[in-house]
């Protein structure tokens, strides 16, 4: 897993390095080339209140900043964008260029081509238009511009429920229908492979009601649905009228392959057989994927939330399922083999457009089709081996049980006090965040022991190990039955709190674990004395990311240290801009 995870950080950096700096804009010349990129000469302006029209960015043109960072993607931006670009139209003639945005996820776009404090064209892009009303009637963002000789200004404002990725090009109309042409035969071919998968295995389901079947149908279903959405195809040819289907249907998507996936990964894995708790882990998956389906429709969540759920429960899936293939990757089995290569080329995908979406790589050609091409080679690889895996899978069903269960608990668990470790407490935040709400708050304390390293120095390392294990038991016993306790490192715990009615709840709570550290420990037939600084942070209040959640309680807990141990914390912006410096 360690050299997977390198790989596909090494991948990522390949498909797209990321800009350290950038020099002073330079106006774009068009010349005779065909396609211009633009975004060397792009300066930024943000609007975080969405309020600035084109007169006043106008007033303010030397506000403009040179991007550092990715070329073309600003990645997660909450903020209204204005980019602008100088462009110069040598000689005497005027020329026509399309300006072509090459990411077709974006909602809102305008476009003015100024000269001096005059706007000359004003043109409206994006997919919250009804494909009839594109100026162009392309996959892609585009208009086409006639620009006079001489110097102008292209503004263009961008506003987006999705990432700001914003690939501008200057294009000659020849060179734009050629360009559109290839990418569309390429998304096709893409396309029409995976539909052949989608009918293959609808047949094998009618045909041998095996219903593994109909679940990588629904898989591969999914898949493609996204990936006509994200191509900018559907809106295109399929929900033409429709463009509110362009700010949801894509989660959507993605949230029924990850539910098919986890009961796909169920069948072939049997599950059941050799893990209760993986069992567990991916049925629950699957219905939180399908209860986050039901949230857009209902208006309960809007397009981040779901992206986010649906990246958060495909990685948790992905998680559960990895430990129980490689097992019988080492048993030498080959169809596990093909799945584990099959896994592997998601992940990859995965990791790419993860970082593409953050903006941590260049939005070229072969980045924006890479998870295209990582899915289809996962979707082959497993239909390759579908039955013969079923069958394998029940056969070797007995020792795999046992063997996974001791890998779970290695991949889970801290040896020293039998506590979960950071993996376990990321996966159970992961699970526990998504029902976190305003009358059920999720508390994430962190706990340090104080006086733990005299303990240590003192009477040596084993009597710090026993500690450790006696503050453990401790901290179990203070808590409810839905409270978890899990260990960091070192002498730091985790405490998640369920449930809670308030934030009283949450500093009661706190105050009973500072206070059940005032009975001193007797470890190895010495008395030890050591005490407890808390630090905490709520969900949904204090954010709905866990390192988010995580680096605010340790601001806290770091606060209390500050201040004079044995406190109880709970994090705000001071502490975390304390901690910070």
Not at 9 to 27: M, N, Y
Not at 383 to 389: A, I, S
Not at 549 to 577: H, I, N, S, W
Request: net charge positive; aromatic share 6%.
């Amino acid at each position: 897993m360690v050299r997977l995870l390198i790989f596909c950080w090494l991948l990522a950096f390949l498909v797209g390095p990321a800009r350290s700096a950038a020099a002073a804009v330079q106006p774009l010349h068009l010349d005779e080339r065909a396609a211009i990129p633009a975004w060397p000469a792009v300066s930024l302006l943000a609007d975080p209140g969405h309020t600035l029209g084109v007169d006043a960015v106008l007033a303010r043109r030397g506000d403009f900043r040179v991007p550092l960072g990715t070329p073309s993607n600003l990645g997660r931006v909450d903020a209204t964008v204005w980019l602008r670009i100088p462009v110069h139209v040598p000689g005497t003639t005027s020329v026509r260029r399309v300006l072509e945005i090459g990411y077709p996820a974006l909602n809102h776009i305008d476009v003015f081509v100024v000269r001096g404090a005059q706007v000359l064209q004003r043109h409206r892009l994006g997919n919250d238009l009804p494909f009839a009303a594109r100026p162009l009637p392309s996959r892609s963002h585009a208009v086409a511009l006639l620009l006079d000789p001489g110097g102008h200004d292209l503004l263009l404002r961008v506003r987006s429920s999705s990432s700001m990725v914003v690939p501008v090009t200057l294009r000659t109309l020849e060179n734009f229908t050629a360009h559109e042409a290839g990418v569309q035969l390429l998304q096709g071919l893409l396309i029409g492979l995976a539909l052949c998968m989608l009918v293959y295995s609808l047949a094998h389901w009618l045909s041998l009601r095996d219903r593994i079947f109909l679940q990588y149908a629904l898989l591969v279903g999914g898949n493609v649905v996204f990936l006509v959405s994200y191509f900018g195809l559907g809106p295109q040819y399929l929900w033409r009228d429709w463009p509110q289907l362009s700010q949801q249907i894509a989660p959507l998507a993605v949230l029924v392959a990850v539910a098919a996936a986890a009961a796909f990964l169920r069948g072939s894995l049997d599950t059941r057989a050799l893990s209760r708790s993986g069992d567990l882990a991916l049925r629950g998956i699957g219905w939180a994927a399908l209860a986050s389906l039901l949230m857009a429709p209902l208006g309960l969540a809007a397009y981040p939330l779901l992206q986010t759920l649906a990246t958060v429960l495909g990685l948790a899936s992905t998680a559960v399922a990895l430990p129980l293939l490689v097992l019988h990757v080492r048993r030498g089995e080959r169809v596990a083999v093909y799945m584990l290569a099959g896994w592997a080329c998601y992940v990859t995908g995965a990791v790419v457009m993860a970082a593409l979406l953050r903006g941590f790589i260049e939005p070229t050609l072969p980045a924006q089709h890479f998870y295209a091409f990582s899915a289809l080679a996962e979707m082959s690889t497993w239909m390759l081996v579908l039955g013969l895996r079923v069958q394998s899978l029940h056969r070797s069903a007995d020792r795999a049980r046992v063997e996974s269960e001791a890998l779970r608990t290695l991949a889970h668990t801290d040896a020293l006090t039998g506590l979960p470790n950071r993996r376990s407490l990321e996966a159970e935040l992961a699970t526990a965040l998504p029902q976190a709400g305003r009358k059920q708050l999720l508390a994430v304390y962190l706990l340090d022991l104080d006086g733990f390293k005299a303990v240590n120095d003192q009477h040596g390392h084993d009597a710090g190990d026993a500690l450790l294990a006696a503050a453990a038991d401790r901290l179990r016993r203070e808590l409810r039955h839905s409270d978890s306790v899990a260990r960091l490192g070192g002498d730091e715990f985790v405490v998640l709190a369920r449930g809670l009615g308030g934030e009283a709840d949450a500093w009661a709570l706190g105050r009973k674990l500072v206070a059940a550290f005032e009975a001193p420990f007797v470890v190895q037939g010495v008395r030890c004395q050591v005490g407890l600084t808390v630090g905490f942070a709520l969900a949904p209040d204090d954010g709905g990311d866990a390192v988010a959640l995580l680096r605010r309680a340790d601001a806290a807990m770091y606060a209390g240290k500050q201040a004079g141990k044995g406190t109880v914390r709970r994090a705000d912006a001071p502490l975390l801009e304390a901690a910070a410096a």
